[in-house]
């Protein structure tokens, strides 16, 4: 059984600073992660994927895979209020990525103005 | 582009009755994934639908059943409902013919079980 392992949290960041989330994956065989915010009450919603070794960035946000360490960390930069949420880390149920997605319990992070 | 939409928004059901949830893909998403998300846990994969056919589980028992509609929209159906049914039901589409896979949410179906 594929595990995502995420801290719970809350995580707490002022505004302004950067915010990082970590994620830890068991399948060495999965080829690509996602991560998704969540608002309360709201469905999650896509912030980016990541495929490949190394970063990626795109606007605020920094997604980070080391494939060897079965790692992958999001940063976001210039924190807002607005980016205080659950954030949720995933790949695919089956390495192919023809299924759905496993996913983590997901890092509540609070932006302190 | 039309996202996906997901109906009834809230049900209130009893123990051992059975419930129909409905999901509409997003225009040009042809897979149709359902998920389970109890509070404070990440979604599970229930199962997923592509081309009218279950096409990858998770851990869920028979009783949690799907179809999926010529025109890819999907209905979740479970039946003998328990109290631990308890949840917030999303409907995720994507297209298989792009990678890497992205999958897009609905709103979601609160179902209450008492």
């Known amino acids: 059984q594929k595990e995502v392992e995420q801290n719970s949290g809350p995580l707490s960041v002022p505004e302004g600073a950067i915010a990082s989330l970590n994620c830890t994956y068991s399948?060495?065989?999965?080829?690509?992660f996602f991560w998704y915010r969540q608002y309360s009450g709201k469905s999650p919603e896509l912030i980016m994927f990541?495929?490949?070794?190394g970063d990626k960035e795109d606007g605020r946000f920094t997604a980070q895979l080391n494939k060897a360490s079965q790692y992958v960390s999001l940063l976001i930069r210039d924190s807002q209020p607005s980016d205080s949420a659950t954030y949720l880390c995933?790949?695919?149920?089956?390495?192919?990525?023809?299924?759905?997605?496993?996913f983590g319990k997901g890092t509540h992070l609070i932006i302190q103005p | 582009e039309t996202g996906v939409t997901q109906s009834p928004t809230h049900l209130i059901k009893t123990r051992g009755q059975q419930v129909t949830l409905r999901c509409s893909s997003q225009?040009?998403?042809?897979?149709v994934s359902w998920y389970q998300q109890a509070l404070g846990q990440g979604p599970q994969f229930i199962f997923q639908?592509?081309?009218?056919?279950?096409?990858g589980r998770g851990n869920f028992p028979p009783r949690f059943s799907g179809l999926q509609f010529p025109n890819y929209s999907s209905e979740l159906n479970v039946n003998a409902l328990e109290l631990d049914d308890s949840a917030l039901y999303l409907c995720?589409?994507?297209?298989?013919?792009?990678?890497?896979?992205?999958?897009?949410f609905g709103p979601g179906t609160r179902l209450t079980v008492l």
């Open positions: 990541i495929y490949s070794n």
């Open positions: 995933a790949v695919p149920h089956s390495g192919g990525g023809a299924d759905g997605l496993t």
């Open positions: 225009s040009g998403h042809n897979t």
């Open positions: 639908y592509y081309r009218e056919e279950e096409n």
């Open positions: 399948d060495r065989g999965s080829q690509s």
């Open positions: 995720a589409s994507s297209s298989r013919d792009r990678g890497p896979k992205e999958q897009f």
